[in-house]
């Protein structure tokens, strides 16, 4: 089946900085690939959906500044969360969808797991 | 826009026995609708979807859901639970609205006991 890896798997860093998530699609294009957050013990929610070659579409409240995505291939979309801050600390999750399955399944990665000290 | 609802937060079930997960969702048109599993520090997997056809789908691991129109639901379902299914369920609604967008219910957690 088709597989989507991150890097890193979990991260650490000081407040202030900022943290590059990659997420790969390893066996197929990824036409789109999505970006979750996921708090602990709560559902993920959607923050943004990115086409390969295109802009990002952010959900509704979540800061386009403060989360840089770049699709910039069809195997490599990335996250950056600039001047990270504790409260930006979570799960992250990535999906892609695209010649694998059909556009309408999504293959989610294992997350990366970012604390901000 | 769609929209999930897990309404059980949490579900304890004993080995063996049966299991029924429920899901409600909202949206105008038939969605694509979705079972995903979340073990702890695992990330999802696809249990089963329903896009259209047979409304009882057949999943991975023994799962199946059923999918009811006129109940807006999507319960998953499982005749004999195994301790390993002990995780995290989400219910999730596909639709296109300017691109294909998933939208996850909030979870059930399954507990199994002995």
């Known amino acids: 089946g088709a597989v989507v890896s991150q890097h890193p798997s979990r991260v650490i860093c000081k407040s202030g900085t900022s943290v590059k998530i990659e997420c790969r699609s390893l066996d197929f294009q990824a036409t789109t690939m999505f970006w979750y957050r996921q708090f602990p013990k709560q559902s993920l929610m959607l923050m943004a959906t990115s086409n390969e070659g295109s802009k990002a579409t952010y959900e509704q409240g979540v800061e386009k500044d403060k989360f840089l995505i770049n699709h910039a291939s069809l195997t490599l979309s990335t996250l950056t969360v600039t001047s990270a801050h504790p409260e930006d600390s979570s799960f992250y999750i990535c999906?892609?969808?695209?010649?694998?399955?059909?556009?309408?399944?999504?293959?989610f990665g294992p997350g990366t797991r970012l604390t901000v000290l | 826009a769609q929209s999930v609802t897990q309404p059980d937060i949490h579900i304890t079930v004993s080995e063996g026995a049966s299991l029924e997960l429920r899901c409600n969702y909202s949206y105008g048109a038939t969605p694509y609708l979705f079972w995903y599993v979340q073990s702890p520090g695992q990330g999802l997997q696809l249990l089963l979807k329903y896009f259209s056809g047979d409304t009882l789908v057949q999943g991975i691991k023994g799962f199946e859901a059923e999918f009811k129109r006129s109940q807006s639901s999507f319960n998953l379902r499982k005749p004999s639970v195994h301790w390993s299914d002990a995780a995290e369920y989400f219910c999730?609604?596909?639709?296109?609205?300017?691109?294909?967008?998933?939208?996850f219910g909030a979870g059930t957690r399954l507990f199994v006991k002995a």
């Open positions: 999730a609604v596909g639709a296109y609205t300017g691109g294909f967008k998933t939208i």
């Open positions: 999906s892609a969808s695209g010649t694998s399955g059909g556009r309408d399944t999504q293959y």
